[in-house]
């Protein structure tokens, strides 16, 4: 496993990102794949740095991401304000704005798993099949 902790603001998402392609180097992962992860990644930080601190706050995003044998799951966290799961079921099932990057996620990945993190704020979890 492999983690980073970014400040939770958009110009560190990139961050991110190169973690994650250096990562995609230690397996033969295909362009696309990588493509795919790079941007449910994107969208999971950006929610993360748009809705879980209050304006003025700050706060950190935690990525985790594990390498197994048939898959890579990725996950973010924010020790944010949290969300309220139904105001999110409503916004992908609408499509508006936040419903748009879970759906874009969901689309891309085999898992996707959304939740309170323990000890407050948010966790996002979502995992590619590499076979």
Do not use: W
């Amino acid at each position: 496993m492999v983690a980073l902790t970014i400040p939770a603001r958009p110009e560190y998402i990139a961050l991110g990102r190169l973690a994650l392609t250096g990562l995609s180097r230690t397996r033969s992962l295909s362009a696309e794949v990588v493509a795919d992860l790079k941007l449910a990644l994107t969208e999971a930080c950006s929610n993360s740095v748009r809705h879980a601190y209050d304006e003025g706050r700050e706060g950190v995003v935690e990525i985790r991401y594990e390498l197994q044998d048939d898959r890579i799951v990725i996950e973010v966290n924010d020790d944010g304000s949290g969300f309220d799961p139904e105001t999110l079921e409503r916004a992908e099932e609408e499509l508006d704005e936040g419903g748009l990057g879970i759906a874009i996620i969901r689309a891309l990945t085999d898992e996707l798993e959304i939740g309170p993190r323990p000890g407050g704020g948010s966790r996002l979890r979502f995992s590619k099949l590499l076979v």
